[in-house]
Structures are given as C-alpha cells and as structure tokens.
C-alpha cells in the first residue's frame, strides 16, 4: 500500500470498521492488530477499497505476542504464499 492510500479518508474509515469486527491478525493468527492491508494486493487485482478485501494485520509496532512486523513480511504476496511459509516451520518443537 502506497502512503497516500494509507492515510486516506476511506481507507481510515474502513481499517476503524474491520478493526472494530475483529483484530485477529490474518497472517500470525495473535490479536492486538492495529493495521489492516489487503488479502488479495491491489497490484494483483483485489479490490482497493472493498471490505472483503481487507483484513487486520500488524502494522508497524509489530505483534506484541510474537512480535512479528506482519504487513512489512506480506508486503504484496499472496496471503497464501506467506501462510504457507509460517505453517511449514514448526515453532515449537525444539532440535
Ligand atoms: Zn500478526
Ligand atoms: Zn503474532
């Protein structure tokens, strides 16, 4: 997202409306959101401005759970692309 689109009137209106539904971060799963971004990149031909396109995502204080910076790792991939990379490390299991 370009920094004209993130400090638009509407793209604000819609973070408010989608944050306020949920704040489950779409790429690590932690709560505490703070940002949305598009699930489908507007580069890639998902709508700009259309709340089903839009999901909450950690902006740039990161999650404060696994402090990870979500929307800088998505940047324009494929959500699918980036989950997949995350699911397929296991975190928890020791060497
Ligand atoms: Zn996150
Ligand atoms: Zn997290």
């Known amino acids: 997202m370009d920094r004209a689109e993130l400090t638009s ?9 989608i944050l306020a539904t949920s704040d489950v971060c779409i790429l690590c799963g932690h709560g505490s959101a703070d940002a949305v971004d598009h699930v ?12 089903g396109n839009l999901a909450p995502i950690h902006g740039d204080n990161g999650c404060p759970t696994c402090l990870r910076k979500c929307n800088r790792e998505k940047s324009d991939k494929p959500l699918s692309e980036v989950k997949h990379l995350i699911t397929s490390r296991d975190w928890y299991s020791g060497p």
């Open 40 to 51: 489908i990149s507007v580069k890639r031909g998902g709508p700009r401005l259309d709340p």
């Open 9 to 17: 009137y509407a793209y604000r209106k819609l973070r408010a409306r």
